[in-house]
Structures are given as structure tokens and as C-alpha cells.
T-cell receptor, first 109, second 114 residues
């Protein structure tokens, strides 16, 4: 089965609303990264967060290893936040990232 | 912001043709990854390098792709004989220490095989 599962698959918000994106993984974790993919392709690194909570502006990432989950919280969403959010993990067995299926976020004005 | 540069942005090839794409990693980053992202947003790891040496690659890459990361030249990934199923976004990423830290991705090369 899939090692990394993201939910929801898609999400529509009104500007100003908050969003909570989830990433669940079935294997042991070595590192966890969150990326934002713009429409058109380029991936932007948001967080490298193997455990605990990290903040960056309106974004907060929390990884709880023993529960095998990581979340990305977006507060006060803006239309420019629209795009796909991807989590990716590295487990102890490998040296490459395994990506989740992504959450496609649309923020309406 | 990422300084990984990928060219070309778009590539259109016929079946059976070679398809070559290039990547300049961030300066000072010895580790380079190539990923394929299909139309369903699924990522497939293809190959990674540390300096000029291949660290890991999947079977498909070994059999059908030619890839290298020469010193003082862009890294390249070339499909020897393109197939329709190769149509995808090819993403290059670099880092200082591999996946144990942040990977920086380029904008990708979108390959269409007619």
C-alpha cells in the first residue's frame, strides 16, 4: 500500500479561512519535508521537519513521529496560496524522498 | 528561493526519439536527484548522484535512460528511445547532504511524447 497518504485530496477555501492539511505515513520516519508546487510545476520547499513544530509566517508544520503523521496549517489563506501541497518522507531504509499524492488547494477571493 | 536551473522548460518528441534534459544544481550542492511526476501527480524517483557518482537508480533508468553529472557541466538525463508513457514533468533537485536536509527543486522539464 501507499507509504504516504495526504488528505484531503482537494480543498476550496474563501480567502481568510484557515486550512489544515494532513500527511500520514506507514513506515518509520527519518525526515519529513513539505513542498508547495505552483501551477506549472516548480516545487518550493516549505519545511524540513522530521519532528516537532515549526513556523514560517502563516504556515505551521507539526510532525508527530509516534503517531506517524505530519500536518501543515495555513492561517488566513490568500489567493496566492492556491496550488498543490506535497509532503515527502525519507524512511530509515532509503535515501530518497517518497511523496504523498498532494492536496490541491484553491483559495477564492 | 531555489537556484536549480532546468532546461528546456518544454520538450516535445516523437516516439522512438531521444529526449535530453539538463539541470544545473545550486552552487556547492554535490547531491542531485531526478524525479518524474506524471499527470496524476505521482512522483517516481529516477536516479541520484553525489558529485559525479550514481548513488541509486531504478531499473527503468538503468535500462532506458542515460544520466550523468560531470564536473563543471550541467547534469543531464536522456531518454534513449521515448515512449508515450514517458510524457511527464521531470524534476531535478539538489542538496548539500541528500534527503537528510532540504531539497531544492528546479522548475522542471515537461516532456510530451507524441
Amino acid at each position: 500500500g501507499q507509504q504516504v497518504q495526504q488528505s484531503p485530496a482537494s480543498l476550496v477555501l474563501q480567502e481568510g479561512e484557515n486550512a489544515e492539511l494532513q500527511c500520514n505515513f506507514s513506515t518509520s520516519l527519518n525526515s519529513m519535508q513539505w513542498f508547495y508546487q505552483r501551477p506549472g510545476g516548480s516545487l518550493v520547499s516549505l519545511f524540513y521537519n522530521p519532528s516537532g513544530t515549526k513556523h514560517s509566517g502563516r504556515l505551521t508544520s507539526t510532525t508527530v513521529i509516534k503517531e506517524r503523521r505530519s500536518s501543515l496549517h495555513i492561517s488566513s489563506s490568500q489567493t496566492t496560496d492556491s496550488g498543490t501541497y506535497l509532503c515527502a518522507l525519507v524512511n530509515n531504509a532509503g535515501a530518497k524522498l517518497t511523496f504523498g499524492g498532494g492536496t490541491r488547494l484553491t483559495v477564492r477571493p | 528561493n531555489s537556484k536549480v536551473i532546468q532546461t528546456p522548460r518544454y520538450l516535445v518528441k516523437g516516439q522512438g526519439q531521444k529526449a535530453k534534459m539538463r539541470c544545473i544544481p545550486e552552487k556547492g550542492h554535490p547531491v542531485v536527484f531526478w524525479y518524474q511526476q506524471n499527470k496524476n501527480n505521482e512522483f517516481k524517483f529516477l536516479i541520484n548522484f553525489q558529485n559525479q557518482e550514481v548513488l541509486q537508480q531504478i531499473d527503468m533508468t538503468e535500462k532506458r535512460f542515460s544520466a550523468e553529472c560531470p564536473s563543471n557541466s550541467p547534469c543531464s538525463l536522456e531518454i534513449q528511445s521515448s515512449e508515450a508513457g514517458d510524457s511527464a514533468l521531470y524534476l531535478c533537485a539538489s542538496s548539500l547532504w541528500g534527503v537528510a536536509e532540504t531539497l531544492y527543486f528546479g522548475s522542471g522539464t515537461r516532456l510530451t511524447v507524441l
